[in-house]
């Protein structure tokens, strides 16, 4: 009975670590990758995503939300189904605003404060055009425009008027 003939133990050893050096470098690189896919995509910091804007589609790949930046600025957007925008959150030097608009995109709604420490909010008719504007900043004044944006009134009124 002759024994099976196998290549010195010197070759085979060779072999084996040759083939274990292709896995390791193989294994190191898929784990490189991984982890700077992951650094990518979520920042250096567990739990921190970071990006220069972000949508957010609905289950037809519409987008209904989208954060970003406007001219630097930081903006976030809502969209109804069809694609119009519904509510505008801003912020710039000269203060921050919600706008909330109509189904056809008009602002309907305004609140802001202002960088210079006054506030308020506008009611706004149909097209924008007519409205009121409640305002404060010391002693504050609501104000009511016809669709003509003539100011039809105005609490408190001018002085020594009644």
């Known amino acids: 009975m002759t024994q099976p003939s196998h290549p010195p133990l010197d070759e085979r050893l060779t072999s084996i670590e040759r083939t274990h050096r292709r896995l390791f470098v ?31 589609t609905d289950d037809s790949g519409r987008v209904r939300v989208t954060l970003g930046l406007d001219g630097g600025q930081p903006r976030l957007l809502l969209y109804d189904d069809r694609g119009t925008v519904r509510l505008t959150l801003t912020h710039d030097p000269f203060g921050t605003a919600l706008f909330i608009h109509d189904s056809a995109g008009v602002t309907r709604v305004g609140a802001a404060q202002f960088a210079h420490g ?45």
């Open 118 to 162: 006054g506030g308020g909010f506008a009611l706004h008719g149909p097209d924008s055009k007519g409205g009121a504007a409640l305002y404060l900043k010391g002693g504050g004044s609501l104000t009511f425009y016809d669709t003509a944006g003539t100011i039809t009134a105005r609490l408190p009124g001018p002085a020594g008027r009644r």
């Open 26 to 56: 193989i294994c190191a690189a898929l784990a490189a990758t991984m982890i700077a896919t992951l650094a990518a995509t979520y920042g250096r910091t567990t739990g921190t995503m970071r990006a220069r804007g972000l949508e957010i």
